[in-house]
């Protein structure tokens, strides 16, 4: 079976259309590095999949992906903190490049990365009670995987800024209504919605709706060319900052204490 070697991303086709999604629900689908990886490379065998005219994207459990797994964060040496930074930019470009429209469907919380991602996608559906955000700056570091391309070209600087620059989040219906995100639906029609858009241009012509993405994508992957480059290189200069390190021991110990109590 296509894509069997995946730990932390499971699959199924839905007629034409490839439905993804984060695979590690008891982290809140956060990223530890072996999820980065695999994320770094999905979409380049996607991309040679004839069978897929469409992708969508969720999150199994209740959250489509809380960025960054903090114990991944916590203990990041300095040639994996490179890899890293390799694999982050790919992901971006990968997912501009990919040839098949990808649907996002934010069944729950994205934040960090995994907002990231998410609004990279070309049509976003998110469930009303979702929260988007990039609290990158409340851990001591520059949001530098891609939030500082994708939120101004979505929302205009200065609101983007003002989200950025506090690390606050969104609800879908706000995120809708400042055109973050296409649309804010009920969290139990999140998944169905954006699979019916999906074959809807599964069925439509792959030439012209490939063609039209890639013309489109265009001005992002100018963006994408005049900013991610430095923005990572900045975070990557922020992880040996003590601010970030004692944010992050902060965050950890307040999750810790979260869970004692939830066990007492």
């Not at 839905?14 to 629900?25: A, I, Y």
């Not at 903090?70 to 990919?98: G, H, S, W």
């Not at 012209?208 to 480059?229: F, G, H, M, P, Y």
Request: glycine share 6%.
């Amino acid at each position: 079976m296509a894509y069997s070697d995946y730990q932390t991303l499971s699959f199924r086709m839905e007629g034409d259309v490839l439905l993804m999604s984060f695979n590690r629900p008891q982290a809140m689908n956060a990223f530890n590095q072996a999820m980065h990886s695999e994320f770094a490379r999905v979409f380049a065998e996607i991309a040679l999949d004839e069978r897929v005219r469409a992708v969508v994207l969720t999150g199994e459990g209740r959250a489509f992906s809380a960025g960054g797994d903090l114990d991944m964060v916590k203990n990041l040496d300095r040639p994996t903190l490179d890899r890293i930074m390799v694999e982050a930019r790919k992901i971006i470009l990968d997912m501009l490049a990919l040839p098949q429209p990808i649907i996002a469907a934010v069944n729950g919380a994205a934040a960090g990365l995994g907002a990231t991602i998410a609004l990279f996608c070309d049509v976003v559906y998110a469930a009303e009670q979702a929260k988007i955000s990039d609290p990158h700056v409340r851990i001591g570091v520059t949001a530098g995987d891609g939030g500082a391309v994708i939120w101004p070209m979505l929302v205009g600087v200065s609101r983007a800024k003002e989200y950025l620059l506090s690390g606050d989040s969104v609800t879908a219906v706000e995120a809708e209504r400042i055109g973050l995100v296409n649309h804010a639906v009920p969290a139990d029609q999140v998944v169905a919605q954006a699979l019916a858009y999906a074959t809807r241009l599964a069925q439509g012509s792959q030439i012209a709706i490939r063609s039209t993405k890639r013309a489109v994508n265009k001005v992002l992957e100018q963006n994408v060319n005049l900013v991610l480059d430095l923005s990572l290189q900045l975070e990557k200069e922020c992880f040996s900052d003590p601010f970030h390190k004692q944010a992050v021991e902060a965050i950890s110990a307040q999750i810790g204490n979260k869970t004692k109590a939830a066990r007492v």
